[in-house]
Each structure stands twice: as structure tokens, then as C-alpha cells.
């Protein structure tokens, strides 16, 4: 159960196994690289919904995360099982599926969306993931959430080495408008992708909270998670 992955519901989270990024601050990397980190037991799909049957008077709402959850075919079928039952859903996304998302939305299979921006549009993002990517598609799936009409939010990990109050403020310039947008500190420490970024010492939370003096005027709403 958690109350502050789904805002303003109480919900629970389901975590879907695999990723197509590597993000080396990664602190679900069982779900990403199964070869180096044990997954443990995956919950068989009778039983998570026999478990959402039994909190349909307590739940209001299921956040599905991951790794990336767009990566599995079976998402939509998923999804509207989850809908049937009359829960909201919340997906969370790293964006790289914009055609996918698009059919959630269109299917209303989704609620609010939650869309990480790795880092501004340039070079760098691909060494923020760890892997090549196509810029296009997450500029495309920016765009498409933000003309959902569905609650979203977009959030960046800042991360020392990889973000700079440059690439803040350029990710503020790509993203204006957007309803909500939130700065997460990164915390080091504990399970973590890259071994090396355990021990990298994050951002003063002053530094976040300065950045976000600096960009809020771009969104509705702009927070720092600390
Ligand atoms: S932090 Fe990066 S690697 Fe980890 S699950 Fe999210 S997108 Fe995948």
C-alpha cells in the first residue's frame, strides 16, 4: 500500500520486471538486470488480482511501474483487468513507447501518467540511460501526455555527474507548460545499478530547492522530493 505514489489516492504498486535503460543511479535494478541481481519471486497474475479483489473497498487507485512496463505485450489486457475492477491506474513510464502510449490513452486504460525526463534532449541523455537511444520518441511521448487531458507528471532524478542547473533549466525550456514537473534528490547507498554511485554523494538539498526557485514559473505545479 502506499499513500504518495498515486497523488491524492491510497494505492498499491505492482512492479513489472525488465527495462530497456540503464540508468546507473537505478535503485530497482532487480528489475533490470536479472543476471547480476536476484529478481526473487514473481507474483502470478491470479494472485495480484485476487489481491486487488480482496482491497476493492480499501484501494483506490494501482500505480504500474517497473523497469518499464510498456515493454510487455500483454500491458493493455493487464491494464483493463485492473479497470474492470474499478481502480485507477497509474503508469509510470520512461517514455521510450510514445505509439504505446498513445493507444493506453486512447483505450482510456490509464488515469495519470508519470514520465521520467532523464536529462535535457541532447547527448547526454543517452549517458544518463546507459544506453542509445532515439531523442524523438521521448520528445514524442512528452508531447502526447501533455495533450492527454489526463493527470500526468514529469520528474528528474538529479544526480551529481550526470545533471548540471544547466541541464535543468534546458529540461525546464523543453518542458514548459507542463502541469507538474518534480526534482527527486538521488539518494545513494542501498541496492543501487552502477555500484559506483553508492557511494556518490547527492546534491545539498538546498541546491534543488534554489533550482526550483528558478524553473517553477515554467509549471503549474513544481515540487522538489527530497
Ligand atoms: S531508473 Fe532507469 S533503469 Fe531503472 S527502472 Fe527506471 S528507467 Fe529503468
Request: glycine share 8%.
Amino acid at each position: 500500500m502506499t499513500l504518495i505514489d498515486y497523488s491524492g489516492k491510497i494505492a498499491c504498486t505492482v512492479f513489472t520486471v525488465g527495462c530497456n535503460f540503464r540508468c546507473p543511479f537505478c535503485h530497482n535494478p532487480e528489475l533490470v538486470d536479472q543476471a547480476r541481481f536476484n529478481v526473487g519471486g514473481i507474483i502470478e497474475e491470479k494472485v495480484f488480482f485476487d489481491f486487488l479483489k480482496s482491497r476493492q473497498d480499501l484501494l483506490g487507485g494501482v500505480c504500474v511501474t517497473g523497469g518499464e512496463p510498456t515493454l510487455h505485450s500483454e500491458l493493455p489486457d493487464f491494464l483493463k483487468q485492473i479497470k474492470n475492477l474499478g481502480f485507477s491506474v497509474k503508469l509510470d513510464t520512461n517514455g521510450t513507447a510514445p505509439e504505446k502510449l498513445e493507444i493506453l490513452i486512447k483505450d482510456g486504460l490509464v488515469d495519470y501518467i508519470a514520465m521520467d525526463i532523464k536529462n535535457c534532449f541532447t547527448d547526454i541523455y543517452e549517458k544518463t540511460v546507459g544506453v542509445k537511444i532515439d531523442l524523438e520518441k521521448i520528445k514524442k511521448s512528452v508531447k502526447i501526455i501533455m495533450a492527454s487531458g489526463l493527470e500526468y507528471e514529469f520528474r528528474t532524478t538529479v544526480v551529481p555527474g550526470l545533471h548540471t542547473e544547466a541541464d535543468i533549466l534546458d529540461i525546464a525550456l523543453e518542458i514548459c507548460g507542463a502541469k507538474k514537473y518534480y526534482l527527486q534528490q538521488f539518494r545513494s547507498g542501498g541496492k543501487i545499478l552502477n555500484q559506483e554511485y553508492r557511494s556518490l554523494k547527492p546534491y545539498p538539498a538546498e541546491f534543488l530547492r534554489e533550482l526550483r526557485e528558478k524553473i517553477k514559473g515554467s509549471f503549474e505545479i513544481c515540487e522538489v522530493r527530497e
